[in-house]
């Protein structure tokens, strides 16, 4: 039988015997003997004062190395659990730990989220990643950047992803952007922090609603005020921006989560005269631009008026949520102002990232990932329609074509609450409208809100309602 590190050491303390059970096996011995020891100084077994035996003794008792227990007291020494004498020995320090007790673990709670076989609430088509494409890419990365991967990067991003997403959105949005006024950040909610430090804590966001509650939660954990504007089929309340008082809008003009809609030209001509006359600024949430499935994307309220407009976008839904990686075009005087504010800080997405990245995209390579992705979810959408008239109950579908969710009405059904539950029971996970209420508001009742970025038209043509 192996050797067994379990001894009864009987150290002697002045008046007091107290006997302490060590059990170094198959471990690290001199940091488990470190770490038993400083446990029993944290919890009173060995009090301020006390004698530890000696390294000779210990060791002996112990089966170990002198060195073994050397390297554990120097440690205790070197943290000031223990203090030392010549020709004396070791002693517990002089200092109260009564703070200290054992850690008190939560309590485990139960499973409570539901498994669904189909949600229709979140998800991306990760299954469709262009792996072989950005294994190719991080390599060639690697062999032409090398030690570059490692140095700081600069504020706001690489300036070559920068150059890359500035040519992307002339190509894709006819969006003429300066490349320096491109700023690079982990994901849209970091991004949304820095525009509440850019633009002041003291000013109020108007945002949508019903809307994408991740936007309001975030400018209020940043210390900012928010004014929910309500979100008709026409789009943004334009009446309400301007009676809200706010000094930032922050909406999605092209196509709103989760109603859908499509803020006209002549609301998105009036919202830049309310930002141009009182000196205020428009956040422009472009999220699914990429994947308006029938006809061209529409024009960018960027376009209309760049002195004023934030353009924003990310790479969560076109490549994965765990790249958290974002982008913000900003006007030029708040990329200035950006400069002074996080000028000393270093941009928090990897470089390594930043440049396959920007092979990517120069590369044609993204583009490409982008068009197999809408074929993909053009045939998800069929798919959705074609269910939706075959389910043997009242459905009006409402879709215009762009990104990845649209609006189904059961007129028959009693009540939101009804839709879900019923759902709920065929394995399907779905939110209503009303599920998006920011504030009270005319909402839209008996309107699902079906996201089919995460599931396949297999998965809906297989949907049996009991």
Request: proline fraction near 5%.
């Amino acid at each position: 039988m192996p050797v067994r590190f379990v001894l009864s050491v009987l150290l002697r303390f002045g008046k007091f015997d107290i006997m302490l059970t060590y059990n170094l096996k198959g471990k690290n011995k001199y940091y488990s003997l470190y770490s038993y020891i400083r446990d029993d100084i944290l919890n009173g077994k060995l009090k301020r004062g006390d004698k530890l035996p000696s390294k000779r003794a210990l060791a002996e008792n112990l089966s170990v190395s002198v060195i073994t227990v050397q390297t554990a007291y120097d440690q205790l020494l070197a943290e000031g659990y223990v203090y030392s004498q010549e020709r004396s020995g070791y002693f517990v320090a002089d200092a109260s730990f009564d703070f200290y007790g054992k850690r008190t673990l939560p309590p485990e709670q139960p499973e409570c989220e539901k498994k669904f076989e189909i949600d229709l609430v979140k998800g991306t088509a990760t299954g469709l990643f262009p792996f072989s494409v950005w294994a190719k890419l991080m390599r060639r990365v690697l062999s032409d950047c090398g030690e570059h991967l490692l140095e700081r990067v600069p504020c706001d991003g690489d300036r070559e992803l920068k150059r890359a997403i500035a040519s992307y959105l002339y190509r894709a949005r006819a969006i003429d952007v300066d490349p320096r006024y491109v700023v690079i950040g982990a994901g849209a909610e970091y991004l949304y922090g820095v525009i509440v430090q850019l633009l002041g804590r003291d000013k109020v966001f108007a945002v949508e609603n019903p809307g994408y509650g991740k936007i309001s939660q975030s400018y209020r954990l940043n210390g900012a005020q928010c004014a929910f504007i309500n979100v008709t089929e026409s789009g943004i309340d334009c009446g309400g921006v301007e009676a809200s008082g706010a000094d930032v809008l922050h909406f999605s003009p092209s196509h709103q989560f989760p109603t859908g809609a499509v803020t006209p030209a002549s609301s998105r001509a009036r919202i830049i005269g309310w930002a141009n006359d009182g000196d205020k600024y428009v956040i422009e949430d472009d999220y699914d631009s990429e994947f308006r499935l029938s006809g061209k994307p529409l024009q960018c309220a960027y376009n209309l008026c760049p002195d004023r407009v934030i353009y924003m976008n990310t790479f969560s839904k076109s490549l994965a949520p765990s790249m958290r990686m974002g982008y913000m075009v900003l006007p030029p005087a708040l990329y200035e102002r950006y400069l002074s504010l996080f000028g000393h800080s270093a941009c928090v997405v990897p470089l390594f990232e930043q440049k396959t990245l920007a092979a990517m995209l120069d590369g044609g390579f993204f583009e490409r990932h982008i068009s197999r992705l809408k074929n993909h979810y053009r045939t998800v959408r069929q798919a959705v329609l074609e269910k939706a008239a075959t389910l043997g109950i009242a459905c009006e579908v409402d879709d215009n074509g762009s990104g990845l969710h649209l609006l189904a009405v059961f007129p028959d059904a009693p009540s939101d609450g009804y839709i879900k539950a019923r759902a709920a029971e065929n394995g399907i996970n779905v939110k209503c409208l009303s599920d998006y209420a920011l504030a009270p508001a005319n909402i839209r009742e008996k309107c699902a809100v079906i996201n089919y970025s995460g599931v396949t038209a297999e998965q809906i043509a297989s949907i049996k309602l009991k």
